[in-house]
């Protein structure tokens, strides 16, 4: 697909650089944004030459402003039940599919997150921000529920429940310190350093061994719903003795 919305390259050899370029309108997700996003993650399955992967936006402004309300407002009054559960669940799965990408994503975030453009954030690994960024679930304050796009599973875990709960209640605004206290952000730094940050976080990435880097973020995925220490631990084992294997032991 020859993206429109977004855009793709190397920076490094295996570090790879996803933007959201639709500037206009504070990257607002539209039908065709969610297309090819939702393509980038499909095509990021297979790709064995992209080890690690940061996103960040071509908006001055700020990251990402959610959902294109003016699209939706302009098509949901067309679409049937049917029509409108396939759109917020295509929407709602481009998270789902940024964990299961292999790729560990690197979130590079200046200015306002909001909605989906908060849950983008969630859904990365790391997240290094500018002073001015922002977060917001909005889902609320759209006239629709807190819990969406994957914020009710993430930010809990995150945050722990009581913060997490006032922010889907109110639609509010997490500021940078707020969001670095709370544990959710890794740093807070210059907005002439954010790229050059989270590509430092991905140099040291790129030294460990690549399968290993693969199956933690795997483990990870896996260990935040596991029923108890015994799951947790046969993940692990199985990862390390599959990493022995292919490293130290003979074949």
């Known amino acids: ?30 039908h065709q944004m969610m297309a090819e996003i939702e393509d980038f993650w499909r095509e990021r399955l297979y790709d064995l030459d992209t080890v690690v ?18 699209e939706t407002a302009e098509m949901s009054p067309k679409m049937n039940v049917a029509e409108f559960y396939r759109f917020q669940a295509r929407l709602a799965r481009l998270n789902l599919a940024m964990r299961r990408a292999p790729q560990p994503i690197i979130c590079a975030v200046h200015g306002a997150a909001a909605g989906q453009g908060f849950s983008f954030t969630l859904a990365s690994d790391i997240r290094v921000i500018t002073s001015d960024a922002r977060f917001s679930a909005a889902y609320i304050n759209i006239g629709l529920g807190g819990a969406d796009m994957s914020c009710s599973y993430f930010l809990p875990r995150m945050i722990g429940a009581g913060r997490a709960y006032e922010f889907m209640y109110t639609g509010g605004f997490m500021s940078a310190d707020e969001a670095l206290a709370l544990g959710l952000v890794s740093k807070i730094v210059e907005r ?3 790229i050059d940050t989270a590509l430092e976080y991905a140099r040291i990435m790129m030294t460990k061994n690549h399968m290993g880097l693969r199956l933690t973020k795997e483990a990870i995925n896996m260990n935040l719903d596991a029923g108890g220490l015994e799951a947790a631990l046969n993940i692990e084992d199985r990862n390390q003795t599959l990493l022995a294997m292919g490293s130290f032991m003979k074949k």
């Open 1 to 30: 697909m020859n993206y429109e919305t977004i855009s793709f390259s190397h920076i490094e050899k295996g570090i790879g650089h996803l933007r959201l370029c639709r500037t206009h309108c504070y990257n607002a997700i539209n």
């Open 53 to 70: 992967i940061i996103l960040s936006s071509e908006c001055e402004k700020g990251f990402c402003a959610g959902l294109d309300l003016k």
């Open 192 to 194: 002439d350093k954010l």
